[in-house]
């Protein structure tokens, strides 16, 4: 689905952005000042990577849309299904709504498609309620295999396929279009993460290629430059909607 740039105020495009803290010196203060940042924000989830802040985040998300965010497998992906399943199943009980999970890109890379899928499917069903998506780190991935994960994730009924956990070299527009055209005709949509400086124009322009959301530390940031990216004419300039009759 293509966003309507025309008619987007900050608010709106703050439901195209997952605002994610990573580091591992965050403290419970930190974690509960960002939540706060991220519902200031319009934010569509506010994640970690784990899910030891899952019932602080919980507490403060109470009571506003956003969806409560966990990672599972984070960030390498090389443990086994059944401790993946576990995570997912733990972190949902704690409260999340949401959850990311690495894909083991040694094992696509293998070429052992059957045990991937069943792999994508048993997150799949340990997840329950929560929306799933699956990390496969494009960036160490040739555009064969991103096309490949991208079709096991959609096979899995996943909801989104997830460019990269945010820890490595970040991805190209061409990864991003090989993703987005893969899965242009399934339900599953596509995130982007690991989006590298600088970090505004990076991200408005893939969602301009067909990403429907964003991964970033850096949300805030990305969603204050609606007005400059408008200014230099890389999105259209804003419309007030016309009333229905």
């Not at 602080?56 to 599972?72: F, N, P, R, S």
């Not at 984070?74 to 690495?102: H, I, N, W, Y």
């Not at 290629?209 to 999105?235: C, F, V, Y």
């Given at each position: 689905?293509?966003?309507?740039?025309?008619?987007?105020?900050?608010?709106?495009?703050?439901?195209?952005?997952?605002?994610?803290?990573?580091?591992?010196?965050?403290?419970?203060?930190?974690?509960?000042?960002?939540?706060?940042?991220?519902?200031?924000?319009?934010?569509?989830?506010?994640?970690?990577?784990?899910?030891?802040?899952?019932?602080?985040?919980?507490?403060?998300?109470?009571?506003?849309?956003?969806?409560?965010?966990?990672?599972?497998?984070?960030?390498?992906?090389?443990?086994?299904?059944?401790?993946k399943c576990f995570e997912?199943?733990?972190?949902?009980?704690?409260?999340?709504?949401?959850?990311?999970?690495?894909?083991?890109?040694?094992?696509?890379?293998?070429?052992?498609?059957?045990?991937?899928?069943?792999?994508?499917?048993?997150?799949?069903?340990?997840?329950?309620?929560?929306?799933?998506?699956?990390?496969?780190?494009?960036?160490?991935?040739?555009?064969?295999?991103?096309?490949?994960?991208?079709?096991?994730?959609?096979k899995a009924d996943i909801?989104?396929?997830?460019?990269?956990?945010?820890?490595?070299?970040?991805?190209?527009?061409?990864?991003?279009?090989?993703?987005?055209?893969?899965?242009?005709?399934?339900?599953?949509?596509?995130?982007?993460?690991?989006?590298?400086?600088?970090?505004?124009?990076?991200?408005?322009?893939?969602?301009?290629?067909?990403?429907?959301?964003?991964?970033?530390?850096?949300?805030?940031?990305?969603?204050?430059?609606?007005?400059?990216?408008?200014?230099?004419?890389?999105?259209?300039?804003?419309?007030?909607?016309?009333?229905?009759?």
């Amino acid at each position: 689905m293509m966003i309507d740039w025309k008619h987007m105020t900050k608010h709106d495009l703050g439901k195209h952005f997952d605002y994610a803290i990573l580091p591992k010196d965050t403290t419970e203060d930190v974690i509960r000042k960002e939540c706060q940042k991220a519902i200031e924000y319009n934010c569509k989830a506010f994640c970690f990577s784990s899910s030891y802040w899952t019932k602080v985040v919980a507490e403060e998300l109470k009571g506003t849309d956003l969806l409560v965010g966990a990672a599972v497998g984070f960030p390498f992906g090389q443990q086994t299904s059944a401790v993946k399943c576990f995570e997912a199943e733990e972190a949902v009980r704690m409260g999340a709504t949401v959850l990311d999970c690495c894909m083991n890109v040694g094992a696509l890379k293998d070429k052992k498609y059957d045990q991937v899928l069943q792999e994508f499917k048993d997150f799949k069903k340990a997840s329950g309620p929560a929306m799933t998506k699956m990390i496969i780190e494009a960036e160490m991935l040739t555009d064969e295999e991103i096309a490949t994960a991208c079709k096991l994730i959609a096979k899995a009924d996943i909801d989104w396929a997830k460019s990269s956990s945010g820890q490595y070299n970040g991805m190209t527009m061409e990864q991003v279009l090989v993703m987005v055209n893969t899965l242009k005709d399934s339900k599953t949509k596509v995130k982007v993460s690991g989006v590298k400086y600088p970090r505004p124009q990076n991200a408005y322009a893939f969602l301009l290629a067909g990403a429907e959301l964003i991964g970033s530390r850096a949300a805030p940031e990305i969603i204050d430059a609606l007005d400059t990216m408008r200014k230099i004419g890389m999105i259209p300039a804003y419309e007030e909607p016309s009333e229905s009759k």
